[in-house]
């Protein structure tokens, strides 16, 4: 099993920036890939971005391309979002996901966080 804690929501105006982590823990050898997702009230879950636990490429909504950006420490087993710009409709509850498996990166994935809520006002 892996377990998967974020942190770094909150609450920030238009135009301002916020970074999410996403702590692995567990079997964190099994993991392949990684991704952001998140889910607005009334909404469907949707992806945000994804990348290797190795490195490697990364993939973006293209709602959120040239804003927000993935990136991992393997040191101390977290990947960060890093989300610039941020527009009120990005106000969501931002899920971190991990999976073992090669298949696509936009999923599907075995592992999931608990959430942590960006709220963005204007």
């Known amino acids: 099993q892996v377990q998967l804690v974020e942190s770094g929501g909150g609450l920030v105006q238009a135009g301002g920036s916020l970074r999410l982590s996403c702590a692995a823990s567990?079997?964190?050898?099994?993991?392949?890939?990684m991704g952001w997702f998140r889910q607005a009230p009334g909404k469907d879950r949707e992806f945000v971005a994804s990348?290797?636990?190795?490195?490697?490429?990364?993939y973006y909504a293209d709602s959120v391309k040239g804003r927000f950006t993935i990136s991992r420490d393997s040191a101390k087993n977290t990947v960060y979002l890093q989300m610039n710009s941020l527009k009120t409709e990005d106000t969501a509850v931002y899920y971190c996901?991990?999976?073992?498996?090669?298949?696509?990166?936009?999923?599907?994935?075995?592992?999931w966080g608990q959430g942590t809520q960006v709220t963005v006002s204007s």
């Open positions: 996901t991990a999976d073992s498996s090669r298949g696509t990166p936009y999923g599907p994935y075995d592992y």
């Open positions: 567990g079997r964190t050898f099994s993991i392949y890939k």
């Open positions: 990348t290797g636990w190795s490195g490697g490429s990364t």
